[in-house]
């Protein structure tokens, strides 16, 4: 909103008349002057009263035409409102315009910022038919004015900027007629073509912030998971990124791309799922605005100046202050730039330009320059506030800037690339903010009328919709070409650079603290590179790991953001999400825990079965498994094994083992890569060696052979009781009466019977009755039960389905 005026510098006739009156009656009457008290008049040293001239804002929320010519009808559009603790009565807005233009930009920037109102320095009123009549404005009151005139009216000089206010003047309170407000604003006034225009380079980022997340779903188009769905509203209509492309479209600008952006965009074509803060899944539903978005853009650029910045936007100063502390993280940068140029050959059938570098609003020092010369770049986006030079010309030099070992720098124009920062939401704001914006670049042309310049703008990285909308609007100004041209940034590092410009790029401390405070800690860095190491650690033993590779490596470079600044809660949460996910796949592949840790081997060779389970959904190869013994002159575990799994499988594999001495021994378990890299963590048992003795053999055998002893004479009994039976057959022909009996009538015992027939009621079950077998040797306590599956010794098992963890079978022991 306007400042109201706060002094005056002359008063109106009236005014004046009512002074030499009151002044002509106290030179009359000086008994008088001690009885009455007159009211200071203006400019006589008296202060503005409080209803006075701080009371009422102005605004100016629409100028057109932006740069008018000779025969143009200049529209003025706006609003007042009173403030003040009284009524303003006979209220009227007019124009007031600079008697002579402006002479530096330096002169721009003060009336900018210039409070108060002064007739010296707000030039001339204009003629009073152009002035809008508001009547009585109440306290608290707005009123909406539109102000129109010829701009040949303006009565305006030779070419220049020239100082264009809006007051309006009124009474309050009973003050007399004076400015109570007054809006200031700038019209580039140009009637005819310059002799040499200004070349100006405009870029236009399309840079967003992080948003597809590492995890993706497991199917095999892998569907993404996106942090958010804020991108969805970007791309919809009205959204900031709709309206970049939009404006875009139809101005000279180089188009500004991360290639981050464009991967995500492409995604979200497609089937994709959202996750919430909660840890819950929701399905995607941007598919028709991301399509149309992405048809849009490959139409606005096309044949049109195409750079893509590393993929993700990686903080070049961040890296540069930070990152060189934690080795491996300047390598990302490389990484960044070559998968920015593939992105960009995949998206827009062409290569773009990935030699450029933009650091955070061009804010440069020795260490970033060495950082982003060694990722390839060769021209560096700075920004003209952070080279130093030491005989300075007073007007403004070309962008182009030799800065040594053959890098070249684009000193952005200071005032232009920050003209549109601030809140553009608001009409007043973006018209002052064009206006300003115009006056610059017509300024700069003034400034050496005779000298061709090329100029570049660099602006903020993400501009608001608000925002674009107004550096559209200054550039559509400039599109009559009266003392502008558009220029491509490759033209204008070809420019030839003024020998005068400053080219010193300041040293280390000489960084900005404000931006230094909002860098990526060194923390970011090592987190980063903790990621990347167990990333290689995974992937290697993986089937597929490319399906891997991709999500984990784009979220790694997303994790350098320079969107983060400024954002650290969120830039760590995001960073441990990867992380956490990361190991979490890393576990699903692991060694078996056995129910019991006490194993025992009975005699001198055996086998030790280890499972090892694959819950991912792809195979793992190259894997190793290897068992390492406490007490190798006690237990040899065998040589290590090559282990092979497919998806969602386990498989058992057997050592050969060989124990040289009784005791008990501690045996790990632990996977290797095929680098020789620890996986996973390691599984440790126990091992209990005992040796079978002479004696235990002795007792065994001897037992065996009263089985065999046993076995023989029932046989033989069994044979000779057939042949009594045939016999007894025989002799029944030749007697009916065939038994014997005793005296008693009972039938006569068979002798040889009741001696051998083991079925006798005495006998049966007792000396006769073969010896038991020895029982075999009592387990020790704590061992387990025999192998885990069949096989010969040394040999892998068949893999089995998926597992559900758990353990082995209590009582497995050790084959033999």
Do not use: C
């Not at 210039?114 to 009585?136: C, I, P, Q, W, Y």
């Not at 875009?248 to 791309?257: N, R, Y």
């Amino acid at each position: 909103m306007a400042e109201v005026a706060a002094s005056q510098g002359t008063t109106t006739g009236p005014a004046r008349r009512w002074w030499r009156r009151a002044a002509a009656a106290l030179a009359g009457a000086p008994l008088l002057a001690g009885l009455v008290q007159l009211p200071a008049a203006p400019g006589a040293g008296a202060a503005p009263s409080a209803t006075g001239s701080r009371t009422v804002d102005v605004s100016i929320n629409s100028l057109t035409p932006e740069v008018p010519a000779e025969d143009d009808t200049i529209t003025v559009t706006g609003r007042v409102s009173n403030n003040g603790r009284s009524a303003v009565s006979d209220a009227r807005v007019g124009l007031r315009v600079g008697r002579t233009p402006l002479s530096s930009r330096g002169a721009i920037g003060i009336v900018a910022k210039r409070k108060g109102f002064s007739a010296a320095e707000d030039g001339r009123a204009v003629d009073a038919e152009h002035t809008v009549k508001l009547g009585t404005l109440p306290t608290g009151a707005s009123r909406e004015f539109r102000l129109t005139l010829p701009a040949d009216e303006l009565a305006l000089g030779e070419a220049g900027v020239y100082q264009l206010g809006v007051a309006l003047n009124g009474r309050s309170a009973g003050q007399y007629d004076q400015v109570l407000g007054i809006e200031r604003t700038f019209l580039p006034w140009q009637p005819e073509e310059a002799r040499k225009p200004t070349k100006i380079g405009y870029l236009w980022p399309l840079v967003s912030t992080p948003h597809l997340t590492a995890r993706t779903g497991s199917d095999q188009q892998q569907t993404p998971q996106f942090r958010d769905d804020s991108l969805a509203a970007e791309l919809a209509p009205g959204g900031r990124l709709q309206q970049l492309v939009s404006l875009g479209k139809d101005l000279p600008v180089t188009w500004v791309v991360d290639p981050d952006l464009l991967v995500s965009v492409e995604m979200m074509t497609k089937e994709y799922e959202i996750r919430e803060p909660d840890g819950s899944v929701t399905k995607g539903e941007g598919q028709a605005v991301a399509r149309q978005w992405m048809s849009d853009l490959l139409a606005a650029v096309e044949g049109r100046e195409l750079i893509t910045l590393p993929f993700a936007d990686p903080d070049l100063a961040s890296l540069a202050h930070r990152g060189t502390k934690v080795s491996g993280s300047i390598s990302h940068l490389k990484t960044a730039t070559d998968l920015a140029v593939k992105t960009g050959e995949t998206i827009f059938g062409r290569k773009p330009s990935a030699d450029f570098a933009w650091p955070v609003n061009g804010a440069v020092d020795t260490s970033v320059i060495d950082v982003a010369t060694s990722a390839g770049a060769r021209t560096i986006i700075a920004r003209g506030d952070s080279l130093r030079g030491a005989d300075e010309p007073s007007y403004t030099t070309s962008a182009v800037r030799p800065i040594g070992g053959g890098t070249t720098a684009l000193a952005a124009d200071t005032r232009l690339s920050t003209a549109f920062r601030g809140d553009m939401t608001r009409a007043e704001e973006s018209t002052l903010a064009v206006q300003e914006f115009l006056a610059h670049t017509l300024m700069v042309n003034r400034e050496a009328p005779g000298t061709e310049r090329s100029i570049v703008v660099a602006p903020q990285r993400m501009p608001t919709a608000h925002q674009a909308r107004a550096m559209a609007e200054a550039l559509e100004g400039l599109q009559d070409g009266r003392w502008a041209r558009p220029q491509e940034l490759r033209d204008a590092v070809e420019e030839k650079p003024d020998p005068r410009a400053a080219t010193e790029v300041p040293g280390v401390r000489a960084y900005p603290e404000a931006l230094r405070k909002r860098e990526l800690p060194t923390q970011a860095f090592e987190d980063i590179q903790r990621t990347q190491n167990a990333l290689n650690g995974f992937t290697v033993i993986l089937s597929e790991p490319e399906r891997v590779i991709t999500p984990f490596g784009n979220a790694i470079l997303r994790e350098m953001s320079t969107a983060w600044r400024g954002e650290p809660r969120a830039a760590e949460a995001y960073r441990e999400a990867a992380e956490d996910y990361l190991a979490g796949l890393t576990r699903e592949v692991k060694l078996i825990e056995k129910a019991q840790k006490k194993l025992t081997l009975s005699g001198r060779s055996g086998t030790i079965p280890v499972t090892v389970q694959n819950n991912l959904l792809q195979g793992v190869e190259d894997l190793k498994l290897v068992l390492r013994s406490s007490s190798p002159h006690r237990l040899d575990p065998g040589e290590p094994q090559m282990v092979e799994i497919g998806s969602g499988h386990s498989q058992t594999v057997k050592f050969d083992t060989t124990a040289n001495a009784n005791g008990l021994v501690w045996v790990e378990a632990q996977l290797y890569t095929e680098d020789g890299r620890p996986y996973g963590a390691p599984m440790s048992f126990k091992v209990n060696v005992t040796e079978i003795t002479s004696t235990v053999m002795l007792v065994i055998a001897g037992g065996m052979l009263l089985l065999v002893l046993a076995g023989i004479r029932m046989y033989t009994q069994r044979k000779r009781a057939a042949a009594r039976e045939a016999d007894s057959h025989a002799g029944g022909a030749d007697d009916a009466d065939g038994a014997e009996s005793t005296e008693d009538g009972n039938p006569a015992e068979d002798p040889e019977k009741s001696q051998d027939d083991p079925a006798g009621p005495e006998l049966a079950g007792r000396d006769t009755a073969p010896s038991a077998a020895p029982e075999p040797p009592v387990p020790a306590e704590g061992e387990t039960a025999g192998a885990e599956g069949p096989g010969m010794p040394g040999a892998e098992s068949p893999q089995t389905g998926p597992e559900k963890n758990e353990a082995p079978d209590p009582g497995e022991r050790v084959e033999r």
